[in-house]
C-alpha cells in the first residue's frame, strides 16, 4: 500500500475538485436512498390510509420529499460525474507528464532496461489504472462510511434499536468486504497487469519485425505464442468477474436478510408507536436503498492488487536513476573555440570490455574531423560522450577549456546539432519534422534547406511541406532519412555538429554532393563525422583510424597516405573495389 502514497500527494494539487466531487457522490447516494425510503413509506401510507377509520395520514410531506430527492439524485449524479471524471482526467494528464518527464532523462542509458512495448503500456496503460485510486477506491469508500453514519443518525429519530440494526450490517461489510476481496483479487489483479505488459511487449515486437517473421516462416509460431498470454489473460479476467458477481451477490443478500430482519423487528412497534403501519414500510425499503452504497466497495478493492501492481511499475519507472545528470546551475556556452578528448575510456554497463580505451584528440573552431574505423571499434560510443548521452570512465571532455560536466544541458544542446545513425522521422507534417531543429525557421528556409539536401521531391504534390511523414504517410528510403537529419542539422545552425555516417545508404553521385554542401555550409564550424566509408575523406583536416577502441592514427589525408598504414591500406582497398 505504500507504493500508493506518492501518487495520492498528486491528488492534492486538485483537492477542491476531488473534495466537490466526494461530497456531490454523498448527496447523490442520500438522495437515491430518500427516494426509495420515502416513495415506501408514501406508498404503504396512502394504502394503509385507504382502510376507513384507521388513521389519518399527511401525504403532502412525503410527496414533496420523493420529489425533492428525484431532482437531487438526478442533479447531484450528473454534476459528481463530471466533477468527478474532470479531476481524475487533470490528475493522469499531469501524472503523465510527470511520468514523461522523468523518462526523458533516461535516454538511452537507463531507457534501455525497459522494453519498448514494456515501456509504452507503463506510460499509457498503467498510468490509466491509476485512476482506480480515485474513482474507485477513495471516493466509495469515504462515501459508503459518510452515508452509513448519516443513516444511522436520522433514523435513530425513529427507533435507535432498528437504526443500528442496518448500521451494523452495513458497517460490518464495510470493514470485512473490502478485506476479503482485497485478499482474493490481488495475485489475480498483479498478474493481470503483467499479463497485459507481456502482451503488448510480445505484439509491439511481433508488429515490428512482422518481415522477418514471414521471411523465417516464424509467424504462426509468434501467434501461438500471442494466442497462449491472450487465453491466460482471458481466464484471469474470468476469475475477476466471478469475484465481482460474488461480491455482488453477498450484498444482495445481505439487503434481503437486513430488510426482513428489520421488518420482523419492526411489526411489534417503531419506537415508541405499537402500530408502526408504513414505518415498517419506510426501514425495510432504507434498507434495500442503503446498500446500494456498498456495491462499489468490494469491487474497488478486489482491483487493488491491479491498482498497487500499476503503480509500483510507474514507480519503478519514475525512480530509475539516469546515467547521466546536468547541473542545475551548470554553465553557459555560447560558442566554441577549442574542443579536447584526453585519455577517455569507457566501457558499458554491465558489459566486461572497455569500448574506448585512452582516446585524446583536439580540434579547434572551423576544423574538420573523421572518425574512420569498422563497425564496433568505438566511433558512435565517442559522439554519445561528446553528447553526454553517457558520461566518461576516465579521463576528460573539455570544451573551451571546460568539461563538458560543468555546463548545462541547454547549454550543451545550443552548441551541437547532431545527425545521429538512425534518423527519426515522426508521424507528423515534413514542416513539422524539421521545425523540431529550428523552431523559427519561415517555410521559404525549409523548402531551401530540403532543396540543398535533394530531398525537393518530397515537395512535389499540393500538400508541400505539410505532406505527412511517417506511419500512415510518407515513408522515406535510408537515404531520405539520412538527408532529413542533416538538413534538421543545417537548420539548427551551430558551432558544432556530430554526423554518424550521414552518407549511408546514398549514391555516389547524392553522396558527392552532400560532402560537397558540408564542406561549403560547416567551412566556419567544427565538424567531426564518422564513418567507414572513403569517399571525401580528402576534404578533411584531420583523419583518425580507430581500431578495439583506441585511435591508431592520426593526421591529415595527405599525411596518412605517406605513412602508408591502416588509412593507406583502407584506401587501396577503396580503389580497387571501384576498378572492379
Not at 462510511?145 to 443500528?164: E, Q, Y
Request: hydrophobic fraction near 45%; charge should be neutral; include cysteine.
Amino acid at each position: 500500500m505504500k507504493v500508493l502514497l506518492p501518487f495520492l500527494a498528486l491528488y492534492r494539487r486538485h483537492w477542491f475538485l476531488i473534495s466537490l466531487g466526494i461530497i456531490l457522490a454523498i448527496v447523490t447516494l442520500l438522495a437515491s436512498i430518500g427516494l426509495l425510503t420515502l416513495s415506501g413509506w408514501f406508498l404503504a401510507g396512502t394504502a394503509i390510509v385507504g382502510f376507513p377509520g384507521i388513521y389519518s395520514f399527511n401525504y403532502m410531506l412525503p410527496a414533496a420529499g420523493v420529489r425533492g430527492a428525484a431532482i437531487f439524485r438526478t442533479a447531484g449524479r450528473y454534476a459528481e460525474r463530471l466533477v468527478s471524471h474532470d479531476a481524475t482526467f487533470k490528475v493522469l494528464a499531469h501524472l503523465r507528464v510527470f511520468a514523461f518527464s522523468k523518462v526523458l532523462p533516461l535516454s538511452p542509458g537507463g531507457i534501455s532496461r525497459f522494453r519498448q512495448g514494456d515501456l509504452l503500456n507503463r506510460l499509457v496503460a498503467d498510468v490509466e489504472t491509476l485512476d482506480h485510486l480515485y474513482l474507485r477506491v477513495l471516493s466509495p469508500i469515504i462515501t459508503a462510511f459518510f452515508v452509513t453514519f448519516v443513516l444511522i443518525f436520522g433514523l435513530s429519530f425513529l427507533d435507535p434499536r432498528l437504526a443500528w440494526v442496518l448500521g451494523g450490517v452495513m458497517l460490518f461489510l464495510l470493514f470485512t468486504m473490502p478485506w476479503v476481496f482485497y485478499r482474493a483479487g490481488k495475485p489475480i489483479g498483479r498478474e493481470l497487469t503483467e499479463l497485459r505488459s507481456n502482451y503488448r511487449t510480445v505484439l509491439t515486437s511481433a508488429l515490428q519485425g512482422q518481415a522477418e517473421l514471414a521471411l523465417f516462416g516464424a509467424t504462426e509460431r509468434f501467434r501461438q505464442h500471442l494466442f497462449a498470454i491472450e487465453s491466460t489473460w482471458q481466464a484471469r479476467q474470468q476469475q475477476q468477474a466471478a469475484l465481482t458477481g460474488l461480491s455482488q451477490a453477498i450484498i444482495l443478500a445481505a439487503s434481503g436478510f437486513t430488510a426482513t430482519l428489520l421488518m420482523w423487528m419492526a411489526a411489534e412497534h417503531v419506537g415508541g408507536n405499537t402500530q408502526p403501519g408504513a414505518l415498517i414500510a419506510l426501514f425495510v425499503f432504507c434498507a434495500l436503498a442503503a446498500f446500494e452504497a456498498l456495491g462499489p466497495v468490494a469491487v474497488a478493492f478486489q482491483h487493488m492488487g491491479q491498482v498497487i501492481a500499476s503503480a509500483t511499475r510507474v514507480s519503478q519507472l519514475m525512480h530509475a536513476k539516469p546515467e547521466v545528470t546536468f547541473k542545475p546551475d551548470g554553465k553557459n556556452l555560447d560558442n566554441l573555440e577549442s574542443l579536447v578528448i584526453d585519455n577517455v575510456s569507457f566501457t558499458y554497463p554491465e558489459q566486461p570490455f572497455a569500448v574506448l580505451k585512452n582516446v585524446s584528440l583536439s580540434l579547434n573552431k572551423g576544423q574538420h574531423l573523421a572518425l574512420l574505423g569498422k563497425t564496433g571499434c568505438g566511433k558512435s560510443t565517442l559522439l554519445q560522450l561528446l553528447t553526454r548521452a553517457w558520461d566518461v570512465d576516465s579521463g576528460t571532455i573539455s570544451i573551451n577549456g571546460q568539461s563538458i560536466q560543468e555546463y548545462s544541458e541547454l547549454a550543451l544542446r545550443s552548441i551541437m546539432s547532431v545527425v545521429p545513425q538512425r534518423v527519426h522521422v515522426f508521424s507528423d507534417t515534413l514542416r513539422n519534422n524539421l521545425l523540431i531543429a529550428n523552431e523559427r525557421a519561415t517555410d521559404e528556409q525549409l523548402i531551401d534547406v530540403l532543396t540543398q539536401v535533394g530531398l525537393d521531391n518530397l515537395l512535389d504534390n499540393q500538400l508541400k511541406l505539410n505532406a505527412w511523414m511517417g506511419e500512415g504517410g510518407r515513408q522515406l528510403s535510408g537515404g531520405e532519412q539520412r538527408r532529413l537529419g542533416i538538413a534538421r542539422a543545417l537548420l539548427h545552425d551551430t558551432p558544432l555538429i556530430l554526423m554518424d555516417e550521414p552518407t549511408e545508404g546514398l549514391d555516389a553521385q547524392t553522396e558527392q554532393q552532400i560532402l560537397s554542401l558540408l564542406k561549403q555550409k560547416c567551412a566556419d564550424k567544427t565538424l567531426i563525422v564518422i564513418t567507414h566509408r572513403m569517399q571525401g575523406l580528402e576534404l578533411m583536416d584531420t583523419i583518425c583510424v580507430m581500431d578495439n577502441g583506441e585511435i591508431i592514427e592520426q593526421g591529415s589525408h595527405q599525411q596518412l597516405l605517406t605513412a602508408q598504414g591502416r588509412y593507406y591500406q583502407f584506401r587501396q582497398r577503396h580503389l580497387v573495389q571501384q576498378t572492379h
